[in-house]
């Protein structure tokens, strides 16, 4: 039975009906494909138009001649490895920290009762309340000069992976998951001699497969599309990921070089959310819906 | 080999080492009272990374954020108390003003546009029988293209000259626009660039929203002889308050921080028409090295999103409670 929707089977059974529907049908499919796919397109295409075409008026739709110099050029000039490598680094690192750090905080709040347990956990969602961005200029002053121990973490990965650690709300998705897995399970494990941690890697880890997916699809696009915060902390040009070069490298580079790291920027996400659209998409519904 | 004590499903069998038993179990001799010790020390082991670095990086900012609000600040040589000072100064800038006000109304037609864009479309999907996946994905695509490629990918769209913008306008024999460089078009750009990189995710969202609707309503409201548009005021609408609300809330707090848009596309410019708070905020801290005036901007900025924040965490909460 499929669900009834706005509008009934009945009416859409019809003739005018099905006529109104697939008008409707594809004037969606054309204005996707425009305001969508096309800016892509022309994205992809633009970089490879020698730099005249791509000033043209009026445009070419098609380049007239495919160039890849454009996208070569990107690579070298731009010195595209050494920031993608950047930019992989810092998100590998801030995925990893927060898969370690956030996984065994959220099971020892879930899980091992600590003293003042609802102090920390309270302390912790408070911080949801707290916008992000309204903070960054403190924060900075926090990273360049570490309390007690006066170290400075700027143009260090450490900057973007440590404070990444502090992202409540992906500790509270965990700490929900972990609740939800019955005390008989863990106490099982525990009579047949395993240790907390072992009790956590073992059992609690390998049950929270999709939690863990989801939080670290989450963390994995947080760093790659930050641009505020590596701004500040990088300052040194040889340590900057993609999207804060990008932008200082945009105003003296040609026009169709710049289109074509822009291209190479996206690829790595792109392809991510290509081959986990199914999990992406619906862990963006069913989040929602639950609340 | 305590086997009958059911090992879960997920257990794998190397982890039941038998010499693990009696070590373990000859591992607490000590009291009740030890042994919560042992266990505290052992919770705590776990918790001190998270803890740490949320001590660090989110709680201890945010008081530091009011306490240099009311310092003049200079990095390495600490503050010096100045009571209100920052606040007057950063006031009197007319840059303040501005900056706020290009703040309110991004957000406000952010709301307009980004909005009831999202929601009409998703109510146009919602009736779509085909190509559902197609459209899912492609809806958001821009959400995962970075957001400094969409505000590049738009600044040479809105170029006066060559600009893909001003062209289709061109051929549709429309006359041209300044977008991002006129005074009066350049926020109204940003906004533009803003809703078509973030209404995937909203869509989506209202999407799933739409699906849980039952179909019994909109059946007894067409029984009733309620018209499409009758149906989606009193249906749809009412079905969906909640998500709306929560959408709404949730795009304010987000687009009073916008700063990559104007930073990348116009750097505040044409004269002072997209300078946004926290924009000014970078400016004040790495531009006029005024660690004070930023922060007094921050406080501003954050006691005004904290309401916004509380008032969605309430209503989220209320709406778990009842589930």
């Not at chain 1, 204005?31 to 009026?58: C, I, Q």
């Not at chain 1, 996984?103 to 956990?121: D, I, N």
């Not at chain 2, 999407?207 to 149906?231: C, V």
């Not at chain 2, 970078?282 to 004070?292: E, I, S």
Request: glycine share 6%.
């Amino acid at each position: 039975m499929s669900t009834r929707t706005l509008v009934s089977p009945l009416t859409l059974a019809r003739p005018r009906g099905k006529a109104v529907y697939w008008t409707v049908f594809s004037g969606v499919v054309l204005l996707f494909a425009v305001a969508f796919l096309f800016p892509v397109y022309w994205m992809v295409t633009g970089a490879m138009k020698s730099p005249d075409e791509v000033t043209r008026t009026p445009p070419t739709l098609v380049p007239d001649r495919w160039h890849l110099s454009g996208y070569t050029d990107a690579w070298d000039l731009m010195d595209l490895p050494t920031h993608l490598w950047n930019t992989v680094v810092q998100a590998a690192g801030a995925w990893l920290l927060q898969l370690v750090f956030c996984t065994a905080a959220a099971y020892a709040l879930s899980k091992l009762k600590p003293a003042f347990g609802k102090v920390v956990l309270g302390g912790i969602l408070a911080t949801l309340m707290v916008p992000a961005q309204a903070l960054v200029v403190p924060k900075y002053l926090t990273v360049a000069d570490l309390p007690l121990i006066h170290t400075s973490l700027l143009n260090s990965p450490l900057g973007i992976w440590l404070p990444a650690v502090a992202n409540a709300f992906n500790l509270y998705l965990l700490k929900r998951f972990f609740d939800q897995i019955p005390r008989d399970v863990l106490e099982a494990a525990e009579i047949d001699g395993a240790g907390k941690l072992r009790t956590l890697w073992s059992i609690v880890l390998p049950m929270s497969r999709p939690v863990l997916g989801v939080v670290s699809i989450f963390a994995l696009v947080a760093v790659w599309q930050d641009f505020l915060w590596p701004l500040m902390v990088f300052s040194d040009t040889e340590k900057q990921p993609i999207s804060v070069a990008l932008v200082q490298l945009s105003q003296n580079i040609q026009l169709t070089v710049l289109i074509a790291a822009m291209v190479i920027a996206s690829i790595p996400m792109v392809v991510m959310f290509l081959v986990f659209q199914r999990h992406i998409i619906a862990g963006i519904s069913a989040g929602s819906t639950k609340g | 080999m305590k086997t009958a004590s059911k090992p879960p499903a997920a257990f794998p069998p190397a982890a039941v080492g038998a010499p693990e038993v009696p070590r373990s179990a000859g591992r607490r001799p000590g009291g009740p009272w030890r042994r919560r010790l042992a266990d505290q020390s052992r919770a705590y082991a776990f918790l001190i990374g998270g803890v740490l670095c949320f001590a660090l990086f989110s709680w201890y900012p945010a008081i530091r954020a009011v306490v240099i609000a009311f310092q003049k600040y200079t990095p390495g040589s600490g503050g010096e108390w100045v009571g209100t000072a920052n606040f007057t100064r950063v006031f009197h800038d007319p840059e303040f003003t501005a900056a706020w006000r290009n703040t309110l109304t991004f957000t406000l037609l952010a709301l307009l546009i980004g909005f009831a864009v999202p929601f009409v479309m998703a109510l146009v999907l919602n009736e779509l029988r085909h190509a559902k996946a197609f459209f899912r994905v492609v809806v958001y695509l821009p959400v995962m293209i970075p957001p400094v490629v969409s505000a590049l990918l738009w600044k040479w769209f809105y170029d006066p000259g060559a600009g893909l913008a001003n062209e289709t306008l061109r051929f549709l024999h429309l006359p041209t626009s300044n977008w991002s460089n006129g005074a009066d078009t350049a926020l109204v750009s940003l906004v533009i660039v803003a809703t078509w990189a973030n209404l995937g995710g909203t869509v989506l969202i209202y999407l799933a929203a739409l699906q849980s609707i039952p179909g019994e309503l909109y059946e007894a409201a067409e029984l009733d002889g309620a018209s499409l548009l009758q149906r989606v005021r009193h249906v749809t609408i009412p079905q969906t308050r909640f998500i709306i609300l929560m959408l709404m809330l949730l795009q304010i707090i987000a687009t009073m921080q916008v700063f990559t848009e104007p930073f990348v596309i116009t750097g505040g410019g044409p004269e002072d028409k997209t300078v946004t708070v926290l924009y000014l905020i970078y400016k004040y801290a790495f531009l006029y090295n005024d660690f004070g005036g930023a922060c007094a901007l921050s406080v501003m900025l954050l006691v005004l999103l904290s309401a916004f924040s509380a008032v969605y965490l309430r209503l989220t909460r209320s709406e778990g409670d009842d589930a």
